[in-house]
């Protein structure tokens, strides 16, 4: 993907293009996830007894440099762990702290009960429209 960002425009100093991603691979047998970050948001990693991991960035994002050798990093896992990755779009209107600490007063409450409170706390935010951006998030639970 980085390769390609770099060919597609390779001769316009004026378009130079770049984004963000974050990408796992979850082995649900041995209970390990790889993670790669480059330049997205930090993902929420929070086990089941409340200790939260920040899934910083590993890596500068795609497209900023050619050649890059992409890192990733690596941890265990329980049942019950819980993740959430969201966009920008989410965090910014927000106090930087706020995903965090909505985790952890929910911690087991049901998936979908966060995610509506998440839902909630997003529809009643007044956002400049210009200064708007997207609003995604995926919340998993682990089994």
């Known amino acids: 993907m980085d390769n390609y960002l770099h060919t597609l425009f390779l001769n316009n100093e004026e378009g130079r293009h770049y984004c963000t991603a ?3 691979e979850i082995n649900t047998e041995q209970k390990v996830i790889h993670y790669i ?7 929420l990693w929070q086990e089941i007894d409340g200790i939260q991991l920040g899934l910083h960035s590993t890596n500068p994002p ?9 890192k990733s990093k690596r941890f265990t896992y329980s049942r019950g762990d819980r993740l959430l ?3 920008d779009g989410v965090t910014e ?6 995903l965090s600490i909505l985790m952890e007063n929910n911690r087991s409450a049901p998936l ?8 909630q706390t997003l529809d ?8 708007s951006d997207d609003q995604c998030f995926i919340l998993i639970d682990l089994k």
Do not use: Q, W
């Open 85 to 87: 990755l969201y966009t």
């Open 62 to 70: 795609i497209g900023t440099f050619e050649g890059i050798i992409f």
């Open 112 to 119: 979908l009960n966060l995610k509506g409170k998440i839902a």
């Open 93 to 98: 209107p927000l106090d930087s702290t706020h």
């Open 22 to 24: 974050i990408y796992l």
């Open 124 to 131: 009643n935010l007044v956002i400049d429209n210009r200064k």
């Open 37 to 43: 970050n480059a330049g997205h948001p930090p993902g």
